[in-house]
């Protein structure tokens, strides 16, 4: 793609905000959609420039990113009134970065591709971090030539870029990924609950793990949080729920159990019932903690 790809950023989130102004920074023209203020205003003020409706956006751009909460919001942008699918046309990219069933993003592939024009799918893994740092792990499913045609995108906004395979294998990949990251927060979490009710310091604990086999990302960046009690969302509890429900969804029909992912689902469903919905995935540990 060009250099001056004019890229259209719909969701300006935690996650959102921070990956689209580094498009800025890297020197592509940014067009910006969001459904409140606060998001726009930060990225116009960049340099961004606003649009007023995701239809306007695409219309705008060549390659049209989204970043959004869930299927029910991508499915309104993309396909609602005044949503992307609005302005397709031949050359027209759709790269849908959020997490959302991978059975939902094949539908939204098809209706994209009946009305002419491509779509990517590459959710994100590192969190708010690896967004604002650009270190972000992206997988994405799709056509491989189109993948290809947005590599620098990809590069511009993560160190670690796979193509999985075909529509739909982004999101299954990011799925696993969640499996993974949820089922070690949990371990994690009991690791401090054990460590402490023993007597000895949950500190030292994590250093000696964190430096072994056993070693994660979620024990060097979350058991910290765990005890200095700072459940600020990097990434909340809720999106975290809804992401593990795609997992069961996904293996339901895939006629798989994973027993550890269910356990780790009725964790953080138990969290979201107390409240918790909005506070960062460490807060796991309050679960285990009773």
Same mark, same amino acid.
């Given at each position: 793609? !060009?250099?001056?790809?004019?890229?259209?950023? #719909?969701?300006?989130?935690?996650?959102? *905000?921070?990956?689209?102004?580094?498009?800025?920074?890297?020197?592509? !023209?940014?067009?910006?959609?969001?459904?409140? *203020?606060?998001?726009?205003? +930060?990225?116009?003020?960049?340099?961004?420039?606003?649009?007023?409706?995701?239809?306007?956006?695409?219309?705008?751009?060549?390659?049209?990113?989204?970043?959004?909460?869930?299927?029910?919001?991508?499915?309104?942008?993309?396909?609602?009134?005044?949503?992307?699918?609005?302005?397709?046309?031949?050359?027209?990219?759709?790269?849908?970065?959020?997490?959302?069933?991978?059975?939902?993003?094949?539908? #939204?592939?098809?209706?994209?591709?009946?009305?002419?024009?491509?779509?990517?799918?590459?959710?994100?893994?590192?969190?708010? !971090?690896?967004?604002?740092?650009?270190?972000?792990?992206?997988?994405?499913?799709?056509?491989?030539?189109?993948?290809?045609?947005?590599?620098?995108?990809?590069?511009?906004?993560?160190?670690?870029?796979?193509?999985?395979?075909?529509?739909?294998?982004?999101?299954?990949?990011?799925?696993?990924?969640?499996?993974?990251?949820?089922?070690?927060?949990?371990?994690?979490?009991?690791?401090?609950?054990?460590?402490?009710?023993?007597?000895?310091?949950?500190?030292?604990?994590?250093?000696?793990?964190?430096?072994?086999? +056993?070693?994660?990302?979620?024990?060097?960046?979350?058991?910290?949080?765990?005890?200095?009690?700072?459940?600020?969302?990097?990434?909340?509890?809720?999106?975290?729920?809804?992401?593990?429900?795609? +997992?069961?969804?996904?293996?339901?029909?895939?006629?798989?159990?994973?027993?550890?992912?269910?356990?780790?689902?009725?964790?953080?469903?138990?969290?979201?019932?107390?409240?918790?919905?909005?506070?960062?995935?460490?807060?796991?540990?309050?679960?285990?903690?009773?």
């Amino acid at each position: 793609m !060009p250099d001056q790809t004019r890229i259209g950023f #719909i969701g300006l989130g935690i996650m959102g *905000r921070p990956m689209a102004r580094n498009l800025l920074k890297a020197g592509y !023209p940014v067009i910006v959609w969001n459904r409140s *203020r606060p998001g726009i205003e +930060a990225l116009t003020a960049d340099g961004a420039t606003e649009a007023v409706s995701p239809r306007d956006a695409a219309e705008q751009s060549d390659v049209v990113v989204t970043m959004v909460g869930d299927h029910t919001d991508v499915e309104q942008v993309t396909l609602g009134k005044d949503g992307i699918i609005e302005a397709a046309r031949l050359g027209l990219v759709h790269v849908d970065m959020s997490t959302i069933s991978p059975d939902v993003t094949r539908r #939204i592939a098809a209706e994209l591709d009946e009305a002419g024009m491509e779509m990517l799918d590459a959710p994100v893994s590192g969190g708010e !971090p690896g967004a604002i740092n650009a270190a972000l792990s992206i997988m994405v499913g799709g056509k491989e030539d189109v993948f290809e045609r947005c590599r620098p995108i990809f590069e511009t906004l993560g160190k670690t870029v796979v193509f999985c395979g075909p529509s739909g294998s982004g999101q299954v990949v990011k799925l696993c990924n969640q499996v993974v990251g949820a089922l070690n927060n949990l371990a994690v979490s009991e690791a401090i609950t054990l460590c402490t009710s023993s007597g000895v310091d949950p500190r030292k604990m994590l250093e000696a793990v964190g430096a072994g086999a +056993a070693a994660s990302w979620m024990v060097t960046n979350l058991g910290p949080k765990m005890l200095d009690q700072d459940f600020r969302a990097g990434f909340k509890v809720e999106h975290q729920l809804k992401d593990l429900r795609y +997992a069961l969804e996904t293996a339901s029909g895939a006629d798989v159990n994973l027993p550890g992912t269910e356990l780790t689902q009725r964790a953080f469903a138990a969290l979201t019932d107390r409240g918790l919905g909005a506070e960062g995935t460490q807060a796991l540990i309050k679960f285990v903690r009773g």
